[in-house]
């Protein structure tokens, strides 16, 4: 049972444009949501997380839009640029538990 | 700053033979410390955490084990690999969990191969 799922599996956007990616989950008690940047060959790095308390969470480029009613959030990643192409995860967590849940990812590519 | 290490960078390893990856801490006491590993292509899976010297959970049984010998360390072994072992194994850190806490940041990993 996969309990964080992603769309698309793969995006293709040009340079400049807005990348729309998409998270959604099962587990209500679900409250801490991080979304990761992975390389080739390298391990994630953290690219911006949120809280459900929020329900939008902005930082440079990069805005999480999080609706709890119906468990989804969103990442948005305006002007794209061609080193933004990478592998985006979605994770979940529990508040007080040490397991982060996460998404089969979605693989970007900006094209310039 | 905070620094993971990961050893050994990449192995290829017999179906059948010992295995044991290493993960460092510097900068920081007493972090939780977690076990995850990736498929090619694929999504991160955790395996072990800790949080402190000496105890480990284990969270899916991929016939592997993890100990936490010191504050800094955290191995993982096993003594027969299979060939589902193969992938990219990842080891992360975090302060602890509830609030700010929460955040586990990932080291460069270990990529395994085994025939």
């Known amino acids: 049972q996969q309990q964080v799922r992603q769309s698309p599996q793969s995006l293709t956007v040009w340079e400049g444009e807005t990348a729309i990616l998409n998270c959604s989950y099962e587990n209500s008690a679900f409250d801490y949501f991080p979304w990761y940047q992975q390389f080739p060959g390298e391990g994630p790095a953290l690219l911006i997380a949120?809280?459900?308390?929020?329900d939008k969470k902005e930082d440079g480029r990069f805005t999480i839009f999080f609706n709890k009613r119906e468990k989804k959030l969103s990442l948005h990643i305006t002007d794209s640029q061609p080193g933004d192409s990478a592998t985006y995860f979605c994770a979940a967590s529990q508040g007080g538990s040490a397991k982060l849940i996460f998404g089969e990812g979605t693989k970007l590519t900006v094209s310039s | 700053a905070q620094t993971i290490h990961q050893w050994p960078v990449a192995e290829i390893k017999a179906v059948g033979s010992p295995l044991s990856l290493g993960c460092t801490i510097k900068?920081?006491?007493?972090?939780?410390l977690y076990w995850y590993w990736q498929a090619t292509g694929g999504t991160l899976q955790q395996l072990f955490y800790?949080?402190?010297?000496?105890?480990v959970e284990s969270v899916v049984q991929l016939n592997l084990s993890a100990s936490r010998p010191k504050d800094d360390q955290f191995i993982l072994s096993t003594e027969k690999l299979l060939l589902s072992h193969s992938g990219f194994y990842l080891c992360?850190?975090?302060?602890?969990?509830?609030?700010?806490?929460?955040?586990?940041?990932f080291g460069p990993g270990t990529r395994l191969l085994v025939l």
């Open positions: 800790s949080i402190t010297v000496g105890q």
């Open positions: 900068g920081k006491s007493s972090p939780n």
């Open positions: 992360a850190w975090s302060l602890g969990w509830g609030g700010a806490q929460d955040t586990q940041y």
């Open positions: 949120i809280r459900s308390v929020s």
